[in-house]
Structure formats: C-alpha cells, structure tokens
C-alpha cells in the first residue's frame, strides 16, 4: 500500500533558484527518509527525520515535518544542474516496520 | 558508489528462460533487499533478509525466488517470467535489522527486459 505520495510529480527551475518538493502520507508514522534517484540509478540516502523532529538540515537541504498535516517538505537551496534527479520520500506506518516509497518528484534544474 | 554492486546490469530474457541477478554489498550489513522499480509507479518492497533470515516477502510470485548465502550476497533467480515483469530491480542493504529506522545503501539496479 502507497503511504507517502510526493508533489509535484515534475519540477523545472533554473540553476540558483531554491527547489520545493512536499510528501504527504496517511497514517502515523516514526520516522521519514529522504532519498534521491539519477536516472537508471539506485537511490541515495539524503536524510531522516524523526517523528519528534520539526525540522533537518544537511547542507543545502532543509527538511521539515508536520506530524499533525501528515506531511513533510524537502527544501534544496541554491540549486545546481547536479541535483537534477528523482526525489523519494520513505516512511514507515500502516501497520508495516518497512519502508514505504512514494513515487517521486523528477526535478529538473536548468543551467 | 554505495558499496551496494549489482550483476548484469542489464537483461533481456525470453519468458521461458531462468537467470539469476547477483548483489552483493561490501558494508558489513546485517540486513539486504530486493525492490522492483517500474515506471510511473511507487518502489515495490520484494524481499528483505535479516542475518541470511527472510523476514519479509511481500507476496511476490513464486517466479521471483530469492537466496542469501550469506550477509553479503543476495541472488534473485527468475524463472518463466512475463513481459510485465521487466523492471528495474534494485539491490540495498542496511545496518540495521530491515526496519525503517535504517539507512538503506542502494545498488546501481539490473534493467530487466522479458520479451
């Protein structure tokens, strides 16, 4: 079963302009994963949040999560044409201790 | 690189043919993974093997059937598979015990094509 659905499906900014992606899931989770996919690649761990947590940052990413909306948002500032990829948000919940993955924002940065 | 390496890269098979898909992962982990990526749709958990132990399969078909010799190796053998079956088929490992606190270590993924 789906429990974290990623939004917007595509993003297409320019290199230098910050880059939003949101995920929002069902049920109660305990933790949540961020992971980026290049094309035809295995994913990339970028970070995890914790229930408890409100907020994570790892270089240029910041990441939040709102417990009581179900959701989370994955910030990248400064973007470069490097980050151009597939991002994944992963949680757990729904009755299974297992990652559950969502099914992606393309983002798409432009030189 | 992930530590996390997958052989062949890419497959084309009829569907009576058996091949088999190799992971193998240099990282000291405790817990591996099969995922079946097909496009437009979500990462699909398979199987996920704790200390050589399946703990999970996620009611995949017997067509699929998987073996972990050891905590470094995973196989997935494939065998009179459908067109529907062709994928990417991504490898990963964890410190952890296959829960979803752990870090997954992802493999560069088998293109699988069933003609």
């Known amino acids: 079963s789906q429990q974290g659905e990623e939004d917007p499906q595509a993003l297409s900014i320019q290199e230098g302009e910050n880059a939003t992606m949101n995920c929002s899931y069902k049920?109660?989770?305990?933790?949540l994963q961020w992971y980026r996919q290049n094309s035809g690649r295995g994913l990339v761990h970028l970070i995890l949040?914790?229930?408890?947590?409100r907020e994570k940052h790892s270089g240029r990413l910041r990441v939040t999560l709102d417990t009581s909306k179900k959701s989370s948002s994955l910030l990248i500032t400064a973007s470069r044409a490097a980050d151009t990829a597939s991002y994944f948000c992963a949680t757990d919940g729904g009755g299974t201790d297992k990652l559950i993955f969502g099914t992606g924002t393309r983002l798409q940065v432009f030189p | 690189e992930t530590g996390v390496t997958q052989t062949p890269r890419h497959l084309v098979m009829g569907m009576t043919n058996k091949k088999s898909l190799k992971c193998e992962q240099h990282?000291?982990?405790?817990?591996m993974y099969w995922y079946k990526q097909s496009a437009k749709k979500p990462l699909e958990l398979m199987f996920v093997y704790n200390f050589k132990e399946q703990t999970e399969n996620n009611s995949v078909p017997s067509r699929f059937s998987p073996e972990c010799p050891n905590s470094s190796h995973l196989f997935l053998h494939l065998h009179t598979l459908q067109p529907e079956d062709s994928a990417l088929y991504l490898c990963?490992?964890?410190?952890?015990?296959?829960?979803?606190?752990?870090?997954?270590?992802f493999g560069p993924g088998t293109r699988l094509t069933v003609l």
């Open positions: 949040i914790r229930s408890n947590e």
């Open positions: 049920t109660s989770i305990n933790n």
């Open positions: 990963a490992s964890s410190q952890g015990e296959g829960t979803s606190t752990d870090t997954q270590y």
């Open positions: 990282l000291g982990h405790n817990a």
